[in-house]
């Protein structure tokens, strides 16, 4: 890029460039989401950790750049506070450009926070999974006990039937 086509940009391109930042570091996020959940499924914990690590990475990286939005935001117009505030006061032709941006970026983000709960919920269930199989394992490696049954109840004994009183 030249000086002369950096210094012809509006603040307003400024920012529509920033958001595409924004929406990569976005992207980025939903792939490891994605390889997340597919480490969860495979109960694969080397997959698990490396995709923990771009994850944290990406929403790090968001986050920073997030942060950023608002100086870009307040360089095309001081009085707003947000997307959709300045939208509303942008011409027809800048406010559709802004409005794309800011729908990916919203689509983006609701798609990053359900994958991030149904990764949650893979979590919970092969925790579950996991727990349960261990129980059954400690169970089974216990063998029998004189004192205590399989199911953890005290045994004093044989069981008895019924005595028949009536002779």
């Known amino acids: 890029m030249t000086g002369e086509t950096a210094s012809a940009q509006t603040p307003l391109d400024v920012l529509i460039a920033h958001l595409g930042v924004e929406r990569d570091h976005l992207i980025a996020l939903g792939a490891a989401l994605d390889d997340e959940a597919t480490a969860l499924r495979q109960l694969s914990l080397d997959a698990l950790l490396d995709a923990g690590r771009r994850k944290a990475a990406a929403a790090e990286a968001h986050t920073h750049i997030a942060r950023d939005r608002l100086a870009r935001l307040h360089a095309v117009d001081p009085e707003c506070e947000t997307l959709g505030a ?80 009536r002779a």
Request: no cysteine.
């Open 86 to 165: 300045l939208s509303k006061r942008l011409a027809e032709v800048d406010r559709d450009r802004l409005d794309a941006m800011r729908g990916e970026l919203i689509a983006l983000l609701e798609s990053a926070a359900e994958k991030n709960a149904w990764n949650h919920a893979f979590a919970e269930s092969g925790k579950a999974l996991i727990g349960g199989t261990l129980r059954v394992m400690r169970g089974r490696a216990a063998g029998a006990s004189a004192t205590y049954g399989n199911r953890g109840r005290i045994q004093t004994g044989e069981r008895r039937g019924r005595v028949d009183r």
